[in-house]
């Protein structure tokens, strides 16, 4: 505790502490810097405890980066969600490039890619999803697994499906 006051009277330039007989009395400048700390404090907790998110309430924009395929996935449900939730939040929709996590380390607090990502973000799995191949009877594939050149060569087809997840 002594080495801590010593390096604030050194700080402030000033004792801040004086003997009186059997306790100590703050200097004036001992006064003043506490006056400062006791408005300062309960700011200071409160930025370092975080801020209560409340949707409703919040004017926040919320930047996102996801491929086309997962936009098309995720932004209907999720934008029927922020809207219930939160009329006044702002998404803002980037498309995933080569430099998107680099960008979600600076200004987005969310994306979504098949990148490997770095180990700084954490990963969190937003839905899965199976992909299954139906061929037509006038394909002749002539077998149930086909080589990646295969599957490109033949035309394709594309319907999602998705089932809307119950809120906890």
């Not at 502490?17 to 100590?24: K, P, T």
């Not at 999803?129 to 139906?134: A, G, K, R, S, T």
């Given at each position: 505790m002594s080495r801590a006051l010593e390096r604030l009277r050194e700080m402030f330039g000033d004792v801040l502490?004086?003997?009186?007989?059997?306790?100590?009395e703050r200097t004036v400048r001992g006064e003043r810097v506490l006056r400062e700390l006791e408005s300062l404090m309960p700011r200071l907790e409160a930025m370092v405890r975080g801020e209560s998110f409340e949707p409703e309430g919040s004017h926040e924009r919320f930047r996102v980066a996801m491929t086309d395929h997962a936009?098309?996935?995720?932004m209907?449900?999720?934008l029927r969600r922020v809207r219930a939730a939160a009329t006044n939040v702002k998404l803002e929709v980037s498309m995933c490039t080569a430099t998107s996590y680099e960008d979600v380390t600076r200004k987005t607090r969310y994306g979504r890619s098949a990148r490997r990502r770095p180990p700084s973000l954490r990963p969190k799995c937003c839905y899965e999803?199976?992909?299954?191949?139906?061929v037509g009877s006038a394909q002749r594939v002539g077998t149930r697994r086909f080589t990646l050149k295969q599957y490109l060569g033949l035309p394709h087809a594309l319907v999602e499906t998705w089932e809307r997840q119950q809120t906890p």
């Open positions: 502490l004086v003997r009186s007989g059997r306790a100590y936009a098309a996935m995720l209907p449900p999720l999803e199976d992909f299954v191949c139906l």
